[in-house]
């Protein structure tokens, strides 16, 4: 009674406990018996063959485990000959994987998607390299089914990161609509994305109504190329980072000077630890003091910073016709300022004037990329770096698309 108790809780498929062989402290282990013979599934062809039995022996097994204790199962398996090539195969039964359970591997793809693999294995007392395996061919296995067939998004955002120094990127499509990854690829550029719409094909490519980028070559020559039909949208998140970016040229420029003069206070309000007040939006009354102090200082930084706010107040308004008047005198100005950072920045802007407007006729941006890179950036933290990029890429998938186990439950 006590046997088929357990029988009933392992719930094991055409199998059924006939012997408990050990009870330990920190383990239990099991004898299984098939309730009835059926034919040997070929682990080579993965055919059902009605040959002979060539011989039988056991296989040690790991489950789940039970009140704190490690399950361990005895199963019996069988070889026979594979009609295809005549060599003598093991038998494949279908809940086993290796020397684990299904169901064991798993548990092992959840844990990992919540922690690291080294503290999972400590967990479940195996070793890290198990454990990468273990999430690895867990995560083949899901993908062949989840994301191997990409489903063409309407919306989507496409951007980069990096896995590894010295260049090394993978690139990141989102669906912007179920704000999921899903398509990614070793490298970075045209090629890279070229490779995405030729999976989802000519129909795909047809169905993409808008792709928001950061506005790099590669990308736009490539979304040129096969959405024809796509509005290409360079959204103000990566507009605000140029921004930022032109006003950070200048404050450097203007403190190497004022240590030049010895201009002590101007050099302590351009002092890198108050950068951060020169690149927000909305600042502190403190906040505003520096700032209203720096613009008696330094003409050519307050100048810079008022720039920037113009440009910004182009995103307040929602009218296509407004905008595009207030971005060509922003583009008039930046090039008159005489500074050169955001001369070089109202050309680039000229450039991809389009792009810029276009956000003004499909509201997407490219935030919930970032918000992924994020994520992603905090995943190869956790791992200290991953030398697999195969395996970096599925992770992303596991942790920020369609492979996420949140989503099954």
Avoid at 17 to 29: D, L, N, P, V
Avoid at 45 to 57: L, Q
Wanted: net charge positive; aromatic share 10%.
């Amino acid at each position: 009674m006590q046997l088929n108790t357990i029988t009933e809780l392992l719930r094991i498929p055409g199998y059924k406990i006939t012997h408990m062989i050990s009870c330990r402290k920190s383990s239990i282990e099991f004898l299984l018996k098939r309730e009835e013979d059926k034919a040997c599934v070929c682990s080579g062809c993965g055919k059902v063959h009605n040959t002979a039995v060539h011989s039988e022996g056991r296989v040690l097994v790991e489950d789940l485990p039970i009140s704190g204790k490690r399950v361990y199962l005895h199963i019996p398996k069988r070889k026979s000959v594979c009609l295809e090539d005549g060599s003598i195969r093991v038998e494949e039964i279908e809940w086993v994987r290796g020397r684990f359970t299904k169901r064991f591997v798993e548990h092992v793809y959840r844990l990992t998607s919540i922690t690291t693999n080294k503290e999972a294995g400590w967990f479940l007392g195996i070793d890290d390299e198990t454990v990468y395996r273990l999430d690895k061919g867990m995560l083949e296995e899901l993908a062949q089914e989840k994301i191997e067939k990409v489903k063409a998004p309407r919306h989507m955002s496409v951007d980069e990161v990096a896995w590894q120094k010295w260049h090394k990127y993978v690139t990141n499509v989102v669906d912007v609509d179920r704000r999921k990854v899903i398509w990614n690829h070793d490298g970075r550029g045209k090629t890279t994305l070229d490779t995405f719409y030729h999976k989802i094909g000519t129909w795909g490519c047809k169905r993409i109504k808008a792709v928001a980028s950061d506005g790099a070559k590669g990308f736009l020559s490539s979304t040129k190329e096969h959405a024809k039909n796509a509005l290409i949208v360079l959204d103000h998140f990566h507009v605000k980072k140029y921004l930022n970016e032109a006003v950070d040229v200048v404050r450097k420029e203007e403190l190497r000077k004022a240590r030049q003069q010895g201009h002590e206070e101007l050099g302590q309000i351009l002092h890198c630890n108050k950068r951060f007040i020169l690149m927000q939006n909305t600042v502190t009354n403190k906040q505003k003091d520096i700032l209203d102090k720096l613009s008696t200082l330094n003409e050519r930084v307050y100048k810079a910073m008022l720039l920037k706010d113009q440009f910004l107040s182009i995103y307040v308004e929602g009218n296509l016709r407004v905008a595009y008047a207030n971005l060509k005198a922003w583009i008039g100005a930046a090039i008159r300022s005489g500074i050169l950072s955001f001369v070089e920045l109202g050309y680039k802007f000229f450039r991809k004037r389009h792009y810029v407007l276009n956000y003004f006729v499909c509201k997407i941006t490219s935030a919930i990329s970032e918000g992924i890179n994020n994520k992603i950036k905090r995943l190869k933290r956790m791992a200290y770096g991953y030398r697999d990029v195969k395996y970096f890429l599925l992770k992303i998938h596991q942790h920020c698309g369609l492979l996420d186990p949140k989503l099954s439950t």
